[in-house]
């Protein structure tokens, strides 16, 4: 189900060629082309992310990019037929999609590894690796590191970092669904971020009383106690929904809940945010799994001018310029004029060598005469 939702709502995501008529004999089409080659990374540290396989492959298969490859780290703990293996759930998710390349490769030397090829290696039984063109999907700080040190090699998604969520509330919110939610992003790493911003002192008491009671149950319970006490998560009371509103605004978090009144209505105001869940039944776990939203998010307020992956995130633009003579020399006078405002008169040499070297007569002016 995770991966049928995931499709429905990636594949409305596709984008279809448009072609422009400037003037008459003269177009311009913005032309949608999917990257030929893309690594996937999968993280495999502190928890295993089949999700983040179907977060990942999806939108790549809806593009229509045609060479996928997944890496992921072999897991201490495989034993038997699956040693030196990433974990039997990412093998299945990506059977499931029909990946056929899987690499157990982890970390930074993964996407070394995506960048940069490997050379067949008969002698170790090595098969060779073809670059990719384009690298996405989450991972540590490692990982985030090679990305940035290899963009411009190649393309990537994002420089992810620690989890985070944003509560927007009032004296509604059911403070056991909140701080549930809160707890949730927080067993993800002890660097995740869990913050609640409200202008009810009521529910920060009870939310807090929740957590308190929640995180001695939990199953990594160190884990989340180390994100909620450590700086990067806490309370923010605010005067009301609209100081709310403009500190969400400012911390951009990856996951933004709004639990209040009219809570469609609050979130139609945010503006920055990698996602929005709105209401008490729409906790951030539903759109981690099978909401049928893409997961991989901007995080560390770079969802501020940053969007999640997507469709898009696997398309390339490309525009198709076709002009004929009569539209071309519509307009040679004004490219001439700007070469020469620019003082690069080539440029309009590029234009007059169309027509001996000369400027031509505006073919609308002399239809115009002609009238």
């Keep these: 189900m995770s991966i049928e939702r995931a499709r429905v709502v990636h594949r409305a995501q596709r984008r279809e060629d448009v072609t422009v008529q400037v003037v008459p004999g003269g177009t311009v089409t913005e032309r949608w082309v999917p990257v030929q080659r893309v690594g996937l990374y999968?993280?495999?540290?502190l928890a295993v992310y089949p999700s983040s396989v179907v977060m990942n492959v999806v939108p790549a298969q809806e593009a229509g990019v045609e060479s996928l490859?997944?890496?992921?780290?072999?897991?201490?703990?495989n034993h038997g037929l699956f040693a030196g293996y990433p974990h039997p759930t990412i093998l299945a998710a990506c059977q499931l999609l029909g990946v056929d390349e899987v690499y157990a490769a982890g970390g930074a030397q993964a996407i070394?590894?995506?960048?940069?090829g490997l050379p067949a290696d008969a002698d170790l039984g090595i098969d060779e690796v073809r670059p990719v063109t384009l690298v996405t999907g989450p991972g540590n700080v490692y990982v985030a590191s090679a990305k940035r040190l290899l963009k411009g090699l190649v393309g990537i998604d994002a420089e992810a970092g620690p989890t985070e969520i944003a509560v927007l509330a009032d004296e509604t919110a059911d403070a056991d669904c909140v701080a549930a939610d809160l707890i949730s992003q927080a067993e993800h790493d002890p660097l995740a971020g869990s913050v609640l911003v409200t202008d009810s002192e009521d529910l920060v008491d009870r939310v807090v009383a929740?957590?308190?009671r929640r995180?001695?149950?939990?199953?990594?319970?160190?884990?989340?106690r180390t994100a909620l006490t450590g700086k990067q998560s806490g309370?923010?009371?605010?005067?009301?929904?609209d100081a709310g509103i403009a500190v969400v605004d400012e911390y951009a978090a990856e996951h933004l809940e709004i639990h209040t009144r009219d809570s469609a209505a609050v979130?139609?105001?945010?503006?920055?945010?990698g996602a929005i869940f709105v209401g008490q039944y729409s906790p951030v776990s539903l759109g981690d799994y099978i909401a049928g939203s893409n997961h991989v998010l901007p995080t560390g307020g770079t969802?501020?001018?940053a969007s999640g992956l997507s469709v898009q995130s696997f398309l390339r633009g490309i525009h198709v310029i076709d002009y004929d003579r009569d539209a071309l020399a519509g307009v040679a006078r004004h490219a001439v004029a700007l070469a020469q405002s620019e003082d690069l008169p080539g440029h309009g040499q590029a234009v007059t060598a169309r027509f001996g070297d000369g400027l031509p007569d505006d073919p609308a002016a002399t239809r115009t005469e002609d009238r």
């Design 267 to 273: 979130a139609a105001r945010v503006r920055n945010a």
């Design 303 to 305: 969802a501020k001018h």
């Design 210 to 212: 929740a957590v308190e």
């Design 42 to 45: 999968v993280p495999g540290g």
């Design 215 to 224: 995180v001695p149950d939990t199953k990594h319970s160190g884990r989340v």
């Design 69 to 77: 490859v997944v890496t992921s780290p072999p897991q201490r703990e």
């Design 235 to 241: 309370v923010v009371l605010v005067d009301d929904l």
């Design 112 to 116: 070394a590894m995506l960048a940069y």
